[in-house]
Nanobody, 126 residues
């Protein structure tokens, strides 16, 4: 049974950091591209970052480069999203998603992914 479970969200002050985790079960991380998306109230789901299955190369939304870092631990079947210098506009529900055929090349869309987690809330507020 294929499952993705996000954790690590919470409330943080502007300028703070959070690390989100996406634990994958039912399939190997090495054979799936994993993406992070976010959705703020009243807005469409947008791509944040993506990491490729084969070579581990990464892509980021242009506006988030330098603040967010995606990484993976194959032994733990977990993908991480390190978020630094957080801003109130980063407030959203963050989702991880997986697909066995996708190669991340930038500007990933939600329809590119076949499996999703339930999301974790990130709130940036003073």
């Amino acid at each position: 049974h294929l499952q993705l479970v996000e954790s690590g969200g919470g409330v943080v002050q502007p300028g703070g950091s959070l690390r989100l985790s996406c634990v994958i079960s039912g399939f190997s991380l090495e054979y799936h591209a994993i993406g992070w998306f976010r959705q703020a109230p009243g807005k469409e789901r947008e791509g944040v970052s993506c990491i490729n299955r084969s070579d581990g190369t990464t892509t980021y939304a242009e506006a988030l480069k330098g603040r967010f870092t995606i990484s993976r631990d194959n032994a733990k079947n977990t993908v991480f999203l390190q978020m630094n210098s957080l801003k109130p506009e980063d407030t959203a529900v963050y989702y991880c998603a997986a697909d066995p055929d996708l190669y991340c090349s930038g500007d990933q869309q939600p329809t590119d992914f076949t499996s999703w987690g339930q999301g974790t809330q990130v709130t940036v507020s003073s």
